[in-house]
Each structure stands twice: as C-alpha cells, then as structure tokens.
C-alpha cells in the first residue's frame, strides 16, 4: 500500500514540476514575442516620424534625435531579447529534465532540445 502511495505521490509532483516549467516557459516565450511586436511598432513610428519631418528645415536635428532614440531602443530591446532567451532555454532544459516519453505513451519519443541543433 505504502509503495502505491509514494509512487502516486511521486507522480503528482511530477506532473506539478512539469506544468510548472510549461507554464513558465509559455509566459517568457509570449513575453518575447509581444517585446518584438512593440519594437516593430518603434520602428514604424520612428519611419512615418523620420518621413514626416524630411521637408522640414530642421530635419537634420529631428533625424538626428530619431537615430538616437532608435539606438538606444535597440540596445535596450537586444539586452530584453538576451534575458529573455535565457530564461527560455532555462524552461526547455527543465521541460527536458522533467518530460518522461514513456509518460505520454510514447515509447520511442524523445526531447529535443538546443544540443540536437
């Protein structure tokens, strides 16, 4: 009876660990995603913004500011990108750890992971 219990017990947590790592992995590869979404937006805007201002007589100024505003934005979103990529591959190498094929019901499944590539 103890054995069927602890092996149920055992189980559980990993069916827990496992939805965890799932669910951590969703929330910063949709937090990746929706990073990118906004600086593709940046930099439509700084494009109709560098567009609109191209007759003015203080264009070069204003180009100037926009270029600026533009590298530091990508920096920024390049470090945002960096950290999230980490903590994604720190989700697939516990998804990895944790998923059993044989679980699912595969017998000939494996995980595939960063080392495959």
């Known amino acids: 009876m103890e054995h069927g219990r602890a092996k149920r017990s055992i ?6 660990a496992q939805s965890f790592a799932w669910s951590y992995f969703a929330f910063h590869a949709q937090q990746r995603q ?42 920024l979103f390049w470090r945002l990108d960096a950290r999230s990529r980490c903590l994604i591959q720190l989700a697939e190498a516990s998804l990895g750890s944790i998923s ?16 495959d590539a």
């Open 11 to 16: 189980d559980d947590a990993e069916k827990t």
């Open 34 to 75: 929706i990073v990118f979404n906004f600086f593709v937006v940046l930099i439509g805007a700084s494009l109709a913004a560098f567009a609109a201002t191209i007759d003015k007589p203080t264009a070069p100024k204003l180009h100037a500011v926009i270029g600026c505003v533009l590298m530091i934005c990508s920096f």
């Open 100 to 115: 059993r094929p044989d679980a699912l019901g595969f017998q000939h499944a494996r995980w595939v992971g960063s080392q």
